[in-house]
């Protein structure tokens, strides 16, 4: 994925005021997303020429290329000469609004830098190895790799043993690779759980994420702890399994809001079980937060997108992205050199964003009492 010349979102009132200032600039692939309307993944994979593009949408995207005069002539030029360092960004992960922060930190930088960078989605473990030996094989020399592939150490091992360079994001399990760029989640969903606790909560549910990986298990401990210094007994029952996924997160809703003695608050461990979490509210004719505050991680787009919109962890996903690209450029340039560089590990900051979806509990105590009770 030649991509050459990419400039940062911006709110419609920026929009314009740049527009004249535009008028005479490179169109980029953000311009012809916006005029194909579509996202700018799906215009890289039309460049791409990948399959998984519907008809319709691809002449679109073709019609708007032609239109603006898009051309990426500089990443081509340099991949023509050989001079170009390839970098793979892979991913295994069922939310969209992350995967869309995720992949614009990418193609940012990748862009800044005049870097070859290939998008590729990986199923399971076995696709993974085969989708890295082809990368490999085709000149790839880096590889992005967010949960859970950066949790598997099978996908680690084979790309160090080809000679390629491996950057985490977020917490991983497997060691090995050249350094990763991650935010503190047990502390941040330690956070997040004694605000809860601050505005009077004393029963807060819970929802884990996937089971596989790292970031799951640490948000888990920090709500834990956050409960213990606290003071506040954690009834098991309070704690939900989920996936990460949305549909997981209903069902995990569902459960916590069918007990006899239910939650009056719930913290989810991304957005999009968040998100599930409140429209199961509603399906049951309770207000957020009226009766159940809502919170969840990460604050992608649709944190920010429903209902109340959500109280959460804003995890800098974008700016790891463009970190970890920047990461691998840096190893690449020490490559070869006689004193091997320690493996790097840069944490983030994060920050607790409070918006509509929490309120302490004065309306959920009473839905909150079990049955008989005063």
């Known amino acids: 994925m030649s991509l050459a010349m990419i400039s940062k979102p911006q709110t419609p009132a920026q929009g314009r005021k740049r527009s004249a200032r535009r008028s005479n600039a490179a169109p980029t692939i953000t311009d012809v997303a916006r005029e194909a309307q579509c996202s700018p993944m799906t215009v890289s994979r039309v460049i791409n020429g990948e399959e998984n593009v519907r008809e319709d949408t691809k002449k679109k995207v073709l019609a708007a290329i032609a239109k603006l005069n898009y051309v990426p ?22 939310s969209a609004s992350y995967l869309s922060e995720f992949l614009m930190g990418a193609l940012e930088e990748a862009s800044r830098r005049d870097i070859y960078l290939v998008v590729q989605a990986c199923e399971d ?4 190895h085969a989708v890295i030996k082809k990368l490999l094989d085709g000149g790839i020399e880096g590889f992005i790799l967010p949960p859970p592939l950066c949790d598997d150490q099978s996908v680690l091992d084979l790309i160090r043993s080809q000679g390629g360079i491996a950057v985490a994001v977020g917490p991983g399990k497997a060691s090995g690779s050249h350094g990763a760029v991650l935010i503190d989640e047990f502390q941040a969903a330690y956070d997040m759980t004694r605000h809860i606790i601050s505005l009077g909560h004393e029963r807060i549910g819970f929802i884990i994420g996937n089971p596989e990986q790292v970031a799951s298990g640490r948000r888990l401990l920090g709500y834990r702890a956050a409960m213990k210094d606290a003071g506040l007994a954690i009834d098991e029952n309070l704690i939900a399994q989920g996936l990460f996924t949305y549909r997981s997160g209903m069902v995990a809703a569902e459960r916590l809001l069918s007990l006899p003695h239910p939650p009056t608050a719930i913290f989810a461990s991304n957005d999009d079980m968040a998100a599930a979490t409140v429209a199961m509210a509603h399906r049951r004719h309770l207000d957020v937060p009226g009766d159940i505050t809502v919170c969840g991680f990460d604050d992608t787009e649709l944190a920010s997108s429903i209902w109340p919109e959500l109280t959460t962890i804003r995890q800098p996903i974008r700016e790891m992205t463009a970190e970890a690209v920047a990461m691998i450029a840096r190893v690449h340039k020490q490559k070869g050199r006689s004193a091997r560089a320690k493996p790097e590990q840069i944490t983030l900051a994060y920050q607790l964003i409070r918006r509509n979806s929490d309120a302490g509990p004065s309306l959920a105590a009473s839905f909150s009492q079990p049955p008989g009770s005063p």
């Open 73 to 94: 002539n500089r990443a081509a030029r340099s991949l023509a000469a050989g001079s170009q360092l390839r970098i793979a960004l892979l991913f295994d992960n069922p």
């Open 125 to 128: 473990a076995a696709e993974s």
